[in-house]
């Protein structure tokens, strides 16, 4: 009995020793595989930083040259601009006028004398008022009888729309008020501020003398230190009619 007994604990304690063996080997072989997924993973991102160093270097590479452009084209558009205004007069055609909701659409003229009103809308060209798209007021009127009688249509957020040789500018409507024909205090004559204001005589389609004013103010949709930023040279793209 005592010799089986012996026996039989000899062949556990081997069975033990053996599943103790087997045991180990599994751990140390499940180890080296970690080992092996932790050094692949190591790798792949390693391979991850290097493409979003790359994928980073291009993207500050594009954006500088997309920047390059836009102020290459903003330089040439700037000098197009004086080019396009250095010999301009009084009377001369410089583009047309719209608005948008109404039936405002017109030649534009710099000047808003008899002549002028005859043929279009005008520009006033005296009291510091400005061309269209210059930091200043561009004070624009028309007959309210022929060009502006569908000024009364304007809406508050419609926008005014300038269009000359040297760009395209676009203001949106802020506020409408009637004034008295001798109330400059409110045409912003002077001021540095970039805008627009319409007007025309009051009430509308009147054809004899009237000492009232329909205004019409609108802010440009963009700016910079130059001025009015031009259609063509903003973010997004303005309305065409």
């Known amino acids: 009995m005592k010799r089986a007994a012996a026996l039989v604990a000899a062949i556990l304690a081997i069975a033990f020793a053996v599943v103790a063996v087997v045991q ?70 410089i583009g047309r006028v719209w608005v948008e909701g109404t039936e405002v659409d017109c030649t534009l003229y710099w000047g808003d004398t008899g002549n002028q009103f005859r043929n279009g809308a005008g520009a006033h060209s005296a009291d510091g008022c400005v061309l269209p798209g210059e930091n200043g007021t561009a004070f624009v009127g028309g ?7 569908d000024l009364k249509s304007a809406e508050i957020g419609a926008i005014i729309h300038l269009e000359t ?20 205090d409110q045409c912003r004559w002077g001021a540095t501020t970039p805008s627009c204001i319409l007007y025309t005589c ?18 440009p949709l963009e700016t910079d230190e130059n001025g009015v930023v031009p259609d063509e040279l903003r973010q997004d793209t303005a309305p065409e009619n």
């Open 165 to 184: 040789p040297w760009g395209n500018f676009s203001y949106k409507i802020t506020e409408t008020k009637v004034v008295q024909e001798t109330d400059i």
């Open 143 to 149: 007959h309210t009888d022929s060009w502006f009688v």
């Open 24 to 93: 180990t080997l599994r751990l140390e072989a499940a180890r080296q595989d970690i080992e092996t997924l932790r050094a692949a993973n190591d790798g792949l991102q390693s391979e991850l930083d290097t493409v979003n160093g790359q994928f980073t270097a291009e993207q500050a590479a594009r954006q500088d040259v997309e920047q390059q452009l836009a102020d290459l084209q903003k330089q040439q558009a700037l000098q197009n601009a004086e080019q396009a205004k250095a010999n301009i007069q009084d009377g001369d055609e």
């Open 202 to 219: 009051y009430p509308f389609g009147i054809q004899t003398p009237t000492d009232q004013r329909y205004l019409v103010y609108a802010d």
